[in-house]
T-cell receptor, first 112, second 109 residues
Framework: SAVISQKPSRDICQRGTSLTIQCQVD?????MFWYRQQPGQSLTLIAT?????????ESGFVIDKFPISRPNLTFSTLTVSNMSPEDSSIYLC?????????FGSGTRLTVV | GEDVEQSLFLSVREGDSSVINCTYT??????LYWYKQEPGAGLQLLTY?????DMKQDQRLTVLLNKKDKHLSLRIADTQTGDSAIYFC?????????FGTGTQLKVEL
């Protein structure tokens, strides 16, 4: 299965600032997915990132708040903009491969 | 909309079998997955089953799918302390994964 390197693994940020999370995959993939896992909750899909086109956002998530880049088939970034304490969550990227869906190790974000 | 329900907690003794249950509402999925999340870690794919199968066994893991009742279960035989984690029932359809609420499994000595 694909190997995903996600960073940073954790960060503590001031409210009003932005954080960019990176995911690097060891193989070329068509789609990359970004999820949010709020404390004690399940995972919710934020958006699907395709190379060469704008990301597709799920209901409740907007590009201004969570801009995504997908410059090539092995890399993507998710930015959490103008952060508030409600954005404190684990953010995970994922790709689909032959074994199903593989996930990065996650970014644990705390906004203070 | 899609909905995947699981029991929140399960506690078993080491060596016993664990059964984690899941019910879902959308029957259009192609695959149903079980993911494991240990504290502070990412998600690990444990196993999956095609929607046209009834059962899949993989070492200590047995997945049962009842399409009529839209019920999926994961049985872990000879549960060990290392199995303590949160288990997510997940279904895939249209390049999108929908996650269950997660079941926290606690294995006691």
């Amino acid at each position: 299965s694909a190997v995903i390197s996600q960073k940073p693994s954790r960060d503590i940020c001031q409210r009003g600032t932005s954080l960019t999370i990176q995911c690097q995959v060891d193989s070329q993939v068509t789609m990359m997915f970004w999820y949010r896992q709020q404390p004690g909750q399940s995972l919710t899909l934020i958006a699907t990132a395709n190379q060469g086109s704008e990301a597709t956002y799920e209901s409740g998530f907007v590009i201004d708040k969570f801009p995504i880049s997908r410059p090539n088939l092995t890399f993507s970034t998710l930015t959490v903009s103008n952060m508030s304490p409600e954005d404190s969550s684990i953010y995970l990227c994922s790709v689909e491969d032959l074994d199903g869906y593989t996930f990065g190790s996650g970014t644990r974000l705390t906004v203070v | 909309g899609e909905d995947v329900e699981q029991s929140l907690f399960l506690s078993v003794r080491e060596g016993d079998s664990s059964v984690i249950n899941c019910t879902y509402t959308d029957s259009s999925s192609t695959y149903l997955y079980w993911y494991k999340q240990e504290p502070g870690a990412g998600l690990q794919l444990l196993t999956y089953i095609f929607s046209n199968m009834d059962m899949k066994q993989d070492q200590r893991l047995t997945v049962l799918l009842n399409k009529k009742d839209k019920h999926l279960s994961l049985r872990i035989a000879d549960t060990q302390t290392g199995d303590s984690a949160i288990y997510f029932c997940t279904w895939g359809g249209g390049n999108k994964l929908t996650f269950g609420t997660g079941t926290q499994l606690k294995v006691e000595l």
